[in-house]
DNA sequence: AGCTTGAGCGCC
DNA sequence: AAAAGGCGCTCAAGCT
């Protein structure tokens, strides 16, 4: 037994028996601990094991080394488990080359070190990261909240392997439909380079209303050059602004920018390089974004515009069930603020229509708009003139945020519910600018101030935001799990996508009704794991639909 | 020739 | 109507 209470057996085994390893070790009770899910899973999920659980060594130390509850534990001094900028050179790879594995309760723990070769017992690798899986429970156990740190682990853990398993198996992808698209769009693709037929079309418009023969649109220093010179009055040449402007050159422009965008960023190029055999195989960055929310590498897996949305579609005889969670950080805010008067407005399906019938705004609009401000740092416009009705409504809600923002203005970190805490800022000169009483007034102080807020707004986001992507996570691992006991011969439910607040499963047909259930069902499992008995709910909207364009 | 930066726009 | 928080991707342009 170890100093945090984990009584563990090791061995090594040479790389090439890693999969073997893991599949007679596996089963129901068993934890895997290795150094990195990115590393490591992949390369199980070919050869058909799937495991249950696991501790991501990489991903907890990152979370671990920040947050504010475990300052000053051993997890802080070894940067060597620090996130790799890039891909980590082989050199660098031996010292990540190691898994363990624990049982459920962490009572017992049986290590498995994974060597370049057949690497001795007393692997140094090895060793490390069973020091490293130490440290961390140790950190975990004298930090001043475990039981949300374990949760936010355990979680972020489980978001790995979904995130391994959902690339692996990715998004199911019409290249027909997609192709017919952009065809009825574009026009056909450009078979000798060139833009595609109706995007010249319309670069013929724009020159001719603009009188300019050579006129480039995709250069923005010629076409805003262009455009001063045809006596429109723009300071750039975003659609926002142009959209303002009435001149025959705005309609073929603004159709322009719109093709252009679909052409570079979701275009014939696109499908070649990320679709392959009717599959969109996304790659997930867990805990790639401050938040803990997840950016992706490659293909824009998070921005699929709602111009394709089409060309996804089940496989025949399956479908997908696409699900999210309605309005899910103020339901949040609420939660982590414990503003009952809040979360009660929130029972129901829209928390902004109560708002209207409360009486706290008068329209829907207005509360989302209240609302957004709220959750971002509105200053200025309609939505901050809204903000006393709702501070008034919801006091411990809007005092959290504010309070969250006022601590971003000093220079100060904030945390998440779980635990996860914001990133310090790398130059304070602002709020010691502010303190400090000789700071002149004028430029030099509004300087400052600017920049003070600007942080503030990043905090106040920040716990919104980050504790939102925590009941994400909640709610992804557990639907995962319960995933996991569907299927049969015909194949088994499975998951195909995650957005922020939105999940996807593609399912044999005959499983549909069960996997919108299990949606629901985590939705309130991860209400409960985070929130105990606190009475907010958390709706999420479930829809079986063969293409993801006929879902909301 | 290759890298970085900024504008612009898509997603939540 | 836009903007405020978080991103990634594309291009052109400017740099080394």
């Known amino acids: 037994m170890d100093a945090s209470g984990h009584v563990f057996d090791s061995y090594t085994v040479p790389e090439h028996q890693f999969a073997d390893t893991v599949e007679a070790l ?40 920040n947050s504010e509850w475990t300052a000053g534990s051993e997890v802080t001094e070894h940067p060597a488990w620090d996130m790799p900028a890039a891909p980590p050179s082989p050199s660098e790879n031996t010292l990540f080359d190691d898994l363990s594995v624990a049982d459920a309760a962490q009572a017992t723990l049986e290590a498995v070190s994974c060597g370049a070769s057949s690497a001795p017992v007393d ?12 440290r961390q429970a140790d950190a975990v156990a004298s930090s001043d909240r475990p039981g949300q740190l374990s949760l936010l682990l355990v979680a972020e853990s489980a978001g790995a392997l979904a995130a391994a398993e959902m690339k692996f198996h990715g998004i199911p992808w019409r290249t027909d439909i997609h192709n017919q698209i952009l065809n009825d769009t574009l026009g056909p693709r ?68 719109k093709m252009s965008r679909l052409y570079t ?10 679709v392959r055999d009717g599959r969109f195989h996304a790659e997930y960055v867990v805990g790639g974004v401050v938040t803990g929310r997840w950016a992706a590498n490659g293909g824009g897996a998070l921005q699929l515009p709602a111009t394709v949305r089409a060309a996804v579609v089940a496989d025949p005889g399956w479908t997908l069930v696409v699900a999210d969670a309605a309005q899910l950080e103020p339901r949040i805010l609420s939660a982590i603020s414990g503003d009952l008067s ?9 928390l902004y229509q109560s708002l209207v019938d409360r009486g706290i705004v008068d329209t829907r609009d207005h509360a989302k708009v209240a609302m957004l401000g709220a959750l971002y740092g509105s200053t200025t416009g309609r ?17 959290l945020v504010e309070e969250a923002a006022r601590v971003g203005e000093k ?64 709610w992804l691992a557990g639907l995962r799990t319960r ?51 606190f009475p907010v709910e958390f709706p999420v909207g479930a829809e079986i639909a063969e293409s993801y364009a006929d879902a909301k």
């Open 26 to 65: 596996d089963e129901d009770s068993v934890r895997w601990v290795w150094s990195d899910t990115s590393h490591w899973y992949p390369r199980l999920l070919e050869r058909g094991i799937v495991v249950a659980r696991c501790h991501d060594l990489r991903l907890c130390h990152a979370i671990l080394k």
């Open 265 to 274: 960023a979701n275009g014939w190029n696109w499908m070649d390089t990320w």
């Open 383 to 399: 939505s901050a003139s809204l903000m006393p009705r709702l501070a008034a409504a919801f006091p411990r809600a809007i005092g």
């Open 342 to 350: 809040m979360a009660d407005a929130g029972r129901g399906t829209d």
């Open 190 to 257: 450009p078979q000798y380079g060139g833009r595609p037929a109706k995007m010249e079309a319309f670069v013929a418009q724009i020159r001719a209303a603009l009188d300019n023969p050579t006129v480039n649109p995709d250069s923005q220093q010629e076409l805003l050059k262009a455009l001063k010179r045809a006596g429109l009055a723009v300071s750039s040449t975003s659609k926002w602004e142009l959209r303002e402007v009435k001149h025959p050159v705005i309609e073929p422009l603004l159709a322009y920018k």
């Open 411 to 474: 220079g100060g970190v904030v945390s998440t519910w779980l635990g996860r805490s914001s990133p310090a800022a790398e130059d304070t000169w602002w709020a010691e600018s502010l303190r400090n009483s000789d700071t002149p007034e004028g430029a030099p102080r509004d300087r400052a101030r600017q920049t003070s807020r600007s942080w503030g707004r990043f905090t106040r986001n920040f716990v919104c935001q980050g504790s939102a992507a925590e009941w994400a996570m909640c």
């Open 483 to 533: 995933l996991s006991s569907m299927g049969d011969a015909r194949g088994r439910p499975h998951l195909v996508y995650f957005l922020h607040d939105e999940v996807m499963v593609h399912t044999p047909q005959a499983y549909a009704e069960a996997v919108a259930e299990a949606v629901q069902a985590a939705a309130a499992d991860a209400g409960r794991l985070m929130f105990g008995g």
């Open 123 to 134: 692997d140094p690798n090895h060793d490390e990261s069973l020091a490293e899986f130490r």
